[in-house]
């Protein structure tokens, strides 16, 4: 299935129909997959003075991610779901590279989530995480890793994500987004 005529696809994404079942998949991870309700309230709770909204060094510690973060059970459901069809998930997030341990341990035991080759797909699900020390906003580190994962051979033809800007960056390049939740931040 194609765009609608008329709408933006720089990218000629084709949209998943109902003629296909399988699919490229991207999924976000933080207030997507996970809920970070918590781990945002114990970061503004340890907020120092220099601090503006809270305290980044706690949000981003991998032990924190590990001790407050929690499944989105509505949407690791439609994940498996997406997954029993055969489709391939890949996990993406503005989480730096040094944080992938803590995002496979996430993705693999706390949400369920295989990350190995599957009998549905010989590519296996992915995650793709912005390189260390680069803070650049999250909507254009999500479009350089949606280049990344097409350089790789994926063809993504839908994505879940939650933050606003992210979520209007992948319609912008004409990949249908569902928004999960809220997202002004």
């Not at 439609?78 to 997030?93: D, V």
């Not at 992938?100 to 590519?123: E, F, L, P």
């Not at 097409?150 to 960056?169: E, N, Y």
């Amino acid at each position: 299935m194609s765009m609608n005529e008329g709408e933006h696809n720089p990218y000629n994404i084709n949209v998943i129909g109902v003629e296909s079942s399988k699919a490229d998949i991207i999924c976000d991870i933080d207030g997507t997959l996970m809920n970070v309700e918590d781990r945002r309230v114990f970061a503004v709770e340890n907020k120092r003075p220099e601090d503006k909204k809270m305290n980044w060094d706690v949000f981003l510690d991998p032990e924190v991610m590990e001790k407050y973060d929690r499944p989105n059970w509505d949407v690791v459901f439609l994940i498996k779901k997406l997954m029993s069809t055969g489709s391939t998930i890949i996990f993406t997030s503005a989480r730096n590279e040094r944080h992938r341990d803590v995002s496979i341990k996430q993705i693999v035991h706390g949400c369920n989530i295989s990350m190995a080759v599957t009998t549905y797909s010989n590519k296996g699900n992915r995650l793709y995480l912005r390189r260390d020390g680069d803070f650049r906003g999250d909507e254009i580190t999500k479009k350089e890793i949606f280049e990344k994962i097409l350089t790789d051979g994926f063809r993504p033809q839908l994505a879940f994500d939650d933050r606003d800007r992210v979520v209007s960056m992948w319609r912008s390049i004409g990949l249908p987004c569902f928004q999960v939740r809220g997202g002004k931040f």
